[in-house]
C-alpha cells in the first residue's frame, strides 16, 4: 500500500497542526522551509517523533536561489546557506531535502558555469552529510535539465517532481519518463496550467489519470506520494478584474465551490474557510484517490 504524507505549513500552532495530520490519517509529514527561518526544526523534528509521524524530507529555502547562476558574492552566500541547512537537517537526523535550481520568475539568463559550479559544491556538501539532494523542476525547466546531466552520476543529487510546476511551466515535457529513475520525492499539488496555486489534486485541471500512469512507473511513487499544497493560499493576479478572473478559471472543479474558493479584489483564495482539521482531513482523501489510481497502473 502507498504511503500517504503532506507538508506541515509553517505558522501558527506547530503541534496542534502536526496532530491533526495525525488524526487525519498520514502516515509521515515533511518540513516546511519555514523551519530555517523561523528557527524552530529541531522541535518540530521533536514533536514528529513525539506523534509518531516520520520525516521524509525537508524544503531548503528557496529564496533569492536564482542569483546561483549570476558571477558575484550574492550567488556564494546562497550556496553557502544551502550547505549550512544540509548540514543542520543532517544533524537532526533528516537525510533528504528539496532545492529548487531557480527561484520565482527571475531570468538566470543562460545555463552556465557559475550555477553548474555551485550546485556541484551543495551536491558535494550532502555527500559528506549523508544527504540527498533532490533538484525540483519549477520555472526555468532547461536549467533543471542541464544540471541534472551535469550531476548525473553524482551520488548524492535526485530529483523531486512537483506536479504543479510541471502543469504550469513545463505542460509539455515528460518529466517523470527523464528524471523517474532519479525520484526520490515528490510534490503533489494542482492548479490552472497558468498560475502556481498548490490545490489539492483534482482541485484543478491537472490529467491526474496520466500522471498516476507516469507516476507507476517510478519506483518511489509506487512506495509513497507527498502533497506540498498551500492552506488558505492566495495569489493576486495582476490587471484582471474578478470576473475576468473568474471566466479563466470556470473550468477548475474546485471554482465550482464557492465555500473553497473565493475571487475577491483580483486575489484568488482557497480553502480559507476549512479549518486546518478539516484541510487535512480533505487532503487526505484527495492522496487516498491518487494512490488508489497510481496503485492501479502498477
Request: net charge negative.
Amino acid at each position: 500500500m502507498i504511503q500517504i504524507g503532506t507538508y506541515v505549513h509553517g505558522g501558527g500552532n506547530i503541534e496542534e497542526k502536526i496532530v491533526a495530520i495525525k488524526n487525519a490519517g498520514f502516515d509521515f509529514v515533511a518540513i516546511g522551509m519555514g523551519a530555517f527561518s523561523d528557527d524552530n526544526l529541531e522541535y518540530q523534528v521533536e514533536l514528529c517523533e513525539k506523534y509518531g509521524l516520520p520525516i521524509d524530507n525537508i524544503h531548503l529555502t528557496g529564496g533569492k536561489t536564482t542569483e546561483i547562476w549570476f558571477e558575484g558574492e550574492l550567488g556564494d552566500k546562497v550556496c553557502a546557506r544551502y550547505c549550512r541547512e544540509i548540514k543542520r537537517a543532517a544533524a537532526v537526523g533528516i537525510k533528504k531535502g528539496i532545492a529548487h535550481i531557480t527561484w520565482g520568475h527571475k531570468d538566470p539568463g543562460e545555463v552556465n558555469e557559475y550555477g553548474i559550479s555551485r550546485l556541484t559544491k551543495m551536491a558535494d556538501c550532502a555527500l559528506e552529510n549523508g544527504f540527498l539532494l533532490c533538484l525540483e523542476n519549477s520555472v526555468f525547466i532547461e536549467h533543471l535539465y542541464a544540471t541534472m546531466e551535469k550531476l548525473k552520476d553524482h551520488p548524492a543529487v535526485r530529483f523531486t517532481y512537483d506536479s504543479g510546476h510541471r502543469n504550469a511551466f513545463a505542460h509539455g515535457l515528460d518529466l517523470l519518463g527523464a528524471f523517474g529513475h532519479r525520484l526520490a520525492a515528490l510534490h503533489i499539488d494542482d492548479n490552472d496550467a497558468a498560475h502556481d496555486l498548490h490545490l489539492m489534486p483534482f482541485d484543478g485541471n491537472i490529467d491526474w489519470e496520466r500522471d498516476a500512469r507516469q507516476l507507476a512507473k517510478t519506483e518511489f511513487a509506487r512506495t509513497r506520494i507527498c502533497a506540498e499544497t498551500s492552506y488558505g493560499g492566495e495569489k493576486k493576479i495582476k490587471d484582471m478584474s474578478d470576473e475576468e478572473i473568474a471566466a479563466m478559471v470556470d473550468a477548475l472543479p474546485i471554482a465550482k465551490n464557492p465555500e473553497l474558493f473565493i475571487i475577491e479584489d483580483g486575489i484568488m483564495k482557497s480553502y480559507t474557510s476549512l479549518s486546518y482539521a478539516d484541510y487535512m482531513v480533505r487532503l487526505h482523501e484527495r492522496l487516498k484517490k491518487l494512490a488508489d489510481l497510481i496503485e492501479a497502473n502498477i
